[in-house]
């Protein structure tokens, strides 16, 4: 298996969609080709593959494209969609037996975020008004139970341990006496490396002995293809019920994961994206394969950009690529992307640019983009319309008025004339068709 990569060459050929000056028959048949080549490469069984790329070119090519959509958002966006049909298409939900005590066992290599995703659940649970608590059958790693208490604090949660307990199926056994009248308990155990098979023959014992109704193993979401291996020991020893991802935040896309699920046919149910205990998040496919594909959430991106396509008239589009860009247009563009919400949100659902831009870079972008909007309205209409009419005496006086530098507005003006040269290769490059019909028209 090698999801991993198949992800990054899945993006590569959607990129060459979003590339394409055209979105014709031969660039859906391209992906498709590489489509294939990364499936392949993924060990996907052909029929399946077959499968899969012929649903994709027949509805990207057939299906009728709905109105306010481009025909490469369309073509994206059946790609994602048969994708996620492959990958699970429905959010499996952990199920919690009402009256009874859910026993739950996490398990999981060392240092893959079982302590932490034991509290995480535990609050998760609690806040969806269940008594949850939690067992520390850890009787390794020193300072284990300390660990657990010192998280279970945070949310007021009860814990059972004993920092000098031997046995693990000790207190296990003991914390489930302890709380068998809450809804659901959290069994977390001992992860250790070296030892591998004492700890596979140790968590063999303890579900033998304790029968949880769900073991979860715990999946450090950065460690890439080791994670099918790691996933096919455990499942061999007691069935994975599902699986929790950690330490999805930063750049670790997850497709170390996802070959994890191929392996052993447990569905993911919970991610992880941070080290606090509400860090914690129901596994969504759509957006995983999303975030596999480097692309953010595409449904909401797509609907973004529907939106904001609705908010420029035409005739204003046409003008704007024609070369007439006023300072009055850059600042309506300003306002549109304050509507797409915040600045980094908005990037990072830009296919190619996602997890590209530096979060420093971001936060300046944003405060940048605040203080050229005071600038912009410090100025006389006329001096919108005409930027080319500033001297030095206009830039000193809407430095003044709007509270900032001559520097300051002379940044501006140099963006506005970078934007408006944009504007004008934007049209001879990829809008070729300009000045004859608007295709999408
Ligand atoms: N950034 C980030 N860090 C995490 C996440 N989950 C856990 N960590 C960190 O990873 C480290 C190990 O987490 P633990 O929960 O102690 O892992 P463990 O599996 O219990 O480790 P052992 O008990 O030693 O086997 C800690 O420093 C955690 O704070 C996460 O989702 N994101
Ligand atoms: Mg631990």
Redesign the pocket.
Known sequence: MALERFGSSLYEALKKVFRAPVVDEATVKELVRDLQRALLQADVNVKLVLEISNRIENKALKEKVPPGVSRREHVVKVVYEELTRFLGEKPVPLKIEPGKRNALMLV???????????AKLARYFQKRGLKAALVCA?TY?PG?YA?LQQLAKQANIPTSGDPTAKDPLKIASKGLKQFDNFDVVII?T???HKEEKGLIREMKMLERAIKPDEVIL?ID?TIGQQAAVQAEAFHEATPIGSIFV?????SARGGGALSAVAAIGAPIKFI????KIG?IEPFVPSRFVGRLLGMGDLTTLIEKVREAEVKVPEKKMRAILSGKFTLTDMYEQFESMKSLGPFRRVLKMIPGLTYDVPDEMMEMAEDKMKKWKVIIESMTPEEREKPKIFNSSRTKRVARGSGTSEKEVKELLKQYSQMKKMMKTLRRKKFPFFGKKLPMA
């Open positions: 999981g290599i060392q240092g893959s975020g079982k302590t932490t995703g034991a850890d790693r284990a660990q977390d001992a992860g250790r715990v979401g950690a330490k999805l935040d930063g992880s994206l941070g080290e860090d």
